[in-house]
C-alpha cells in the first residue's frame, strides 16, 4: 500500500458544561460529542523523499508544522524513524476556525492514516494518547461516534448511537477566539449548567426528544453576547422545528437538531437563501455502528 483515502469527519457538542477552572490554565469539562456526516477528503502517499509535505484546496491554510496534520504525520515519522517520506493532499470543506474540530479531525485521520500506510501497528487507544498532544479534541476525533468527553476532552466514555435524525449546521461569518471565549467566562452561582448527565441516560434510552431537552453550552453565555448572529440562527431553526438549537464548542457554529426531515430542508433552504455569507449544511449523524469502516473513503 502506498496510497490511502480518508475522511476527517466533523463534530458538533450535544452538551458541553464547564466544571472549573484548572491550574494549568486548561479546564475541566463535561461534554457530549456527536460526529456529523461533514467532512474533509485526505489523500496520504508514500514518498521516495523523506518528511512531509502537505498541499490544500484553501489557499490560506497553512501547509507547515503549524497545520495539525501535519504535526501529526511527523509525529510519527519521528517516533518510529520511518525513512519514506508523505504527501498530504487535504482538502478542506469542514469551515475553518468554526466550532467544529475540522483541524482536530484532520491531524486525527492523519494518524489512522500513516498507520495503516506504514503498517506501524498502533491500537486505536494508542493512536488516541498521541493525538492528545496535538489537541484535545484528537483523541474524540479518532473514536468518533457518540461519547462522553471529560477532563480537558480526553477522557471518552463511548455511548450508544442517537437515534436518527437531520441536523443543519450554519456557521456565519464571523471569527471568534476561543482563548477570548474562556477568558471571559463566568463560572458562579447564576452559572446555568446543561445536565449531561441526564442527556446521558436519554441517549442510552434512544430518547431524542429528551436528549434535545438536555441539550446545553454554557460557553454561548460569551460567544451570543458578543455575536447576536447566532441567536438569530439559533431561533429561526427553533421556529422551524428544531427540538433543539444550539452553538458547537465555542461557537461560531450553530446547529438544529430535526426529527422532521421536511422541515429540516425547509430551514435548510430557507438559510442558504436569506443568509449572504453563512455556510449551511444539511447532515446527518455519523454511527459507527452501522459504518464501521468509513474513515476510508
Not at 156 to 165: S, Y
Not at 191 to 214: F, N, W, Y
Not at 258 to 269: G, M
Request: charged fraction near 25%; glycine fraction near 8%.
Amino acid at each position: 500500500m502506498n496510497q490511502i483515502n480518508l475522511k476527517a469527519m466533523a463534530k458538533i457538542n450535544l452538551g458541553l458544561d464547564v466544571v472549573r477552572r484548572r491550574e494549568d490554565g486548561y479546564h475541566d469539562l463535561r461534554m457530549v460529542m456527536q460526529t456529523v456526516h461533514l467532512y474533509d477528503r485526505i489523500r496520504l502517499s508514500a514518498t521516495k523523499a523523506q518528511g512531509v509535505r502537505l498541499k490544500t484546496n484553501l489557499g490560506y491554510l497553512p501547509s507547515d508544522r503549524s497545520n495539525h496534520a501535519w504535526q501529526a504525520a511527523q509525529m510519527l515519522i519521528d517516533e518510529f524513524g520511518i525513512e519514506e517520506g508523505v504527501f498530504i493532499d487535504l482538502q478542506k470543506h469542514i469551515p475553518v476556525a468554526a466550532g467544529l474540530a475540522g483541524g482536530s479531525s484532520d491531524a486525527a485521520a492523519v494518524l489512522v492514516g500513516m498507520n495503516r500506510l506504514f503498517g506501524l501497528g498502533l491500537t486505536m487507544g494508542e493512536l488516541r494518547e498521541r493525538g492528545v498532544k496535538i489537541g484535545a479534541d484528537v483523541p474524540y476525533c479518532i473514536l468518533r461516534g457518540t461519547a462522553l468527553a471529560e477532563g480537558i476532552g480526553d477522557v471518552l466514555t463511548p455511548l450508544a448511537d442517537i437515534p436518527d435524525c437531520s441536523i443543519i449546521v450554519a456557521k456565519p461569518d464571523v471569527r471568534v477566539s476561543t482563548k477570548y471565549v474562556y477568558t471571559h467566562l463566568q463560572l458562579d452561582a447564576q452559572t446555568r449548567h446543561p445536565d449531561i448527565d441526564a442527556q446521558v441516560e436519554a441517549i442510552r434510552a434512544g430518547d431524542l426528544q429528551k436528549m434535545c431537552s438536555c441539550c446545553g453550552n454554557v460557553l454561548e453565555s460569551v460567544t451570543e453576547t458578543a455575536y447576536p448572529k447566532i441567536t438569530a440562527l439559533k431561533k429561526t431553526m427553533k421556529e422551524g422545528g428544531a427540538l433543539a438549537s444550539m452553538m458547537s464548542g465555542s461557537g461560531p457554529s450553530v446547529f438544529g437538531i430535526f426529527e422532521d426531515r421536511k422541515a429540516a430542508q425547509t430551514v435548510y433552504e430557507q438559510l442558504r437563501s436569506r443568509e449572504s455569507g453563512t455556510m449551511v449544511y444539511l447532515t446527518r449523524p455519523f454511527c459507527p455502528s452501522s459504518n464501521p469502516d468509513t474513515e476510508e473513503a
